[in-house]
């Protein structure tokens, strides 16, 4: 049985527009060459070159010589080795010497798409009918490096989108570092690397039970700089360094607008890009909500399944996931405890579906097989499309296959609520594949989503066009449920 969809007429384009200004570091000797350079100028000619920069660039972000003064603190160290009195600078030469550590990078260059969308925590002053969702998005720029962006809107009660207004600048988060880390089980997590031990045994046997992020990071910095050290070693401390970078927090500022607010890349093991976020509002047992977001950290060689969560959209806590399920792409959080456990769909082999469960939110052990490719159109592999939705007749898993021509379908299960590894039905047919309008793009012949709602007894499923724009598609619950329990 083939299910109706309606693909509503509304595009999220790519902005080149929407830039941020970047700390950029031209290398130790360069840096010493410009800022001679610029000690040289007298306070007239650095204050002029300065306020022609600030005439130039202070309109396109918000506080920009804030920006500038902190570029200039991150070269303070190669000031200060050049036997230049770092606190005697003007605070107007500062922000010279920050601006030449400063770039513009446009975030939505080349792609915007992949989008997850969830229920705002906010639903106050709405008319009948109508809903306000937010919906991230992967960004994506210059070098391919994404980001997570986020988008307001509400939906009425015909389903159409209303977006809110985007915001004029954009807010790059405070990061705080986490304060302890738990040895035990960072060495599990080293190991999960495959990251020989010893290489990092004697660092770990040194180290408390509970340890510093600075105590660590200074003791692998220390013995990187050693002459004698073989790549592998160079290797495998620098993985080091990228987990422990990869646990943190960051903060945004209280007079941003959501769609202002981006989560770019900071650890080395996301150097290359954060990729796919799958959002999901969870529902405690107590009532409250959090919202957790499943995502690919990639660092040009290795990947790094991470866990971000937030109660507010201003400060998130990021950490790694833990386990031998936490393998590979694709993790999505279910919205809800079951059976009193965390759970979570995988794809650890990178062709079917898993299911596992646990105690805790960042550790996944023993996936169960629950789904593999049975329909041609996914026949090289099948994998989720979001956290699972919750609806009386069971868990709605919105699915991607992949085909011939590795040509990207958006298909739909039916799973038992209290058991999800039991199927109560799948489309043999997928509800959305590329129609010729939207098979060209950054990767032709793909559509793909990482998130959808249930409004007005409607699937809401947001999805990315050929890895370049996103739109999103409206199905009938009643009809999509009927075609569920009938199929094979």
């Known amino acids: 049985m083939r299910v109706s969809v309606e693909r509503k007429n509304f595009t999220f384009l790519p902005d080149c527009k929407r830039v941020v200004a970047r700390y950029f570091m031209n290398g130790e000797k360069r840096t010493r060459d410009l800022v001679n350079r610029i000690i040289q100028l007298t306070e007239a000619e650095a204050n002029q070159a300065l306020e022609q920069t600030l005439r130039e660039f202070a309109s396109r972000h918000r506080n920009i010589s804030r920006i ?16 230049i009195n ?36 906010d639903q106050s002053y709405l008319e009948k009918g109508e809903k ?19 988008r307001r809107a509400i939906l009425d009660a015909n389903n159409d989108l209303h977006l809110s207004t985007i ?24 190991k999960e690397m495959h990251n020989p031990e010893k290489h990092f045994g004697s660092i770990m046997d040194n180290l408390p039970d509970r340890f510093e992020y600075y105590t660590l990071k200074n003791a692998v910095t220390n013995l990187l700089k050693e002459k004698e050290i073989t790549s592998s070693r160079k290797m495998a401390l620098e993985e080091i360094t990228w987990l ?9 500022h ?26 999901v509002r969870f529902l405690e047992d107590d009532g409250t909500v959090k919202v957790y977001a499943t995502y690919t950290a990639f660092n040009g060689h290795t990947i790094l399944p991470k866990l971000l969560s937030t109660e507010d959209f201003y400060t998130f806590r990021i950490m790694p996931l833990h386990g031998n399920g936490a393998q590979d792409k694709n993790l999505a959080l279910f919205p809800k405890k079951i059976k009193g456990k965390y759970a979570m769909l995988s794809r650890i082999d990178g062709v079917n579906n898993y299911l596992m469960y646990s105690e805790r939110t960042t550790l996944w052990n023993s996936p169960k097989l629950i789904q593999e ?19 009386e007749k069971g868990w709605l898993i919105i699915t991607h296959g992949v085909g011939p021509m590795r040509r990207y379908s958006i298909g739909v299960s039916l799973m038992d609520l209290d058991d999800p590894s039991k199927e ?25 989503s990482c998130g959808s709602i249930i409004h007005n007894n409607c699937l809401i499923l947001p999805y990315a066009v050929s890895d370049y724009s996103s739109t999103y598609a409206v199905v009938q619950l009643e009809e999509l449920f009927s075609a569920l329990i009938k199929s094979p």
């Open 68 to 83: 500038f003064f902190k570029h200039c603190d991150n070269v303070r160290g190669i000031i200060e080795g050049m036997d």
């Open 86 to 121: 770092y606190e005697d600078l003007s605070d107007e030469r500062k922000m010279l010497i920050g601006s030449y550590c400063t770039m513009e990078y446009s975030l939505e260059s080349a792609a915007f798409f992949n989008p997850s969308m969830i229920e705002d925590l």
């Open 132 to 150: 306000r969702v937010l919906i991230s998005f992967r960004a994506t720029g210059e070098g391919h490096i994404s980001s997570i962006v986020f």
């Open 167 to 190: 915001g004029d600048y954009i807010d790059m988060a405070e990061i705080l570092h986490k304060k302890l880390y738990d040895k035990e089980r960072f060495v599990t997590k080293l």
């Open 244 to 252: 422990v970078d990869s646990f943190y927090d960051i903060k945004f």
């Open 254 to 279: 209280k007079d941003s607008d959501i769609t202002e607010r981006v989560i770019f890349p900071i650890s080395e093991s996301e150097s290359r890009g954060i990729e796919d976020a799958r959002f």
């Open 373 to 391: 490719p049975r329909f041609p159109w996914e026949f090289t592999q099948i994998g989720n499309c979001g956290s699972p939705v919750w609806t």
């Open 424 to 448: 109560i039905g799948r489309l043999e047919e997928p509800i959305l594949m590329p129609l010729e309008e939207e098979r060209n793009g950054y990767v032709p012949n793909v559509v793909y």
